[in-house]
């Protein structure tokens, strides 16, 4: 079965930091385009990177220069860097994976994070 396991959400001041980690089971990892989402309170979900098998990265606009992406093949993780960070990140981020990008065929269960002012 395929899994996708999103840690090290939690509180942290404006202008702190924090690195998210998704451990995935079930797909060839290596192959697979890895992405991150949130969703914040009463809003929709968004992309906010993805990386591609070939570790090309891509970001949204709000997170450039602040978030970072990258994956480690050999233990099958992806990983979320987020310095910066502002009281608008705070959300539920989400871990996904898909064969293209933004990959969308999979998805974690989530992890909060808050960003208090």
């Known amino acids: 079965q395929v899994q996708l396991v999103e840690s090290g959400g939690g509180l942290v001041q404006a202008g702190g930091s924090l690195r998210l980690s998704c451990a995935a089971s079930?797909?060839?990892?290596?192959?697979?385009?890895m992405g991150w989402y949130r969703q914040a309170p009463g809003k929709q979900r968004e992309l906010v990177g993805f990386?591609?098998?070939?570790?090309?990265?891509t970001y949204i606009d709000s997170v450039k220069g602040r978030f970072t992406i990258s994956r480690d093949n050999t233990k099958k993780t992806v990983y979320l860097q987020m310095n910066s960070l502002k009281p608008e990140d705070t959300g539920v981020y989400y871990c996904?994976?898909?064969?293209?990008?933004?990959?969308?065929?999979?998805w974690g269960q989530g992890t909060q994070v808050t960003v208090s002012a």
């Open positions: 996904s994976a898909g064969l293209t990008g933004p990959p969308k065929t999979h």
């Open positions: 079930g797909i060839t990892f290596s192959i697979n385009a």
């Open positions: 990386i591609t098998s070939g570790r090309i990265t």
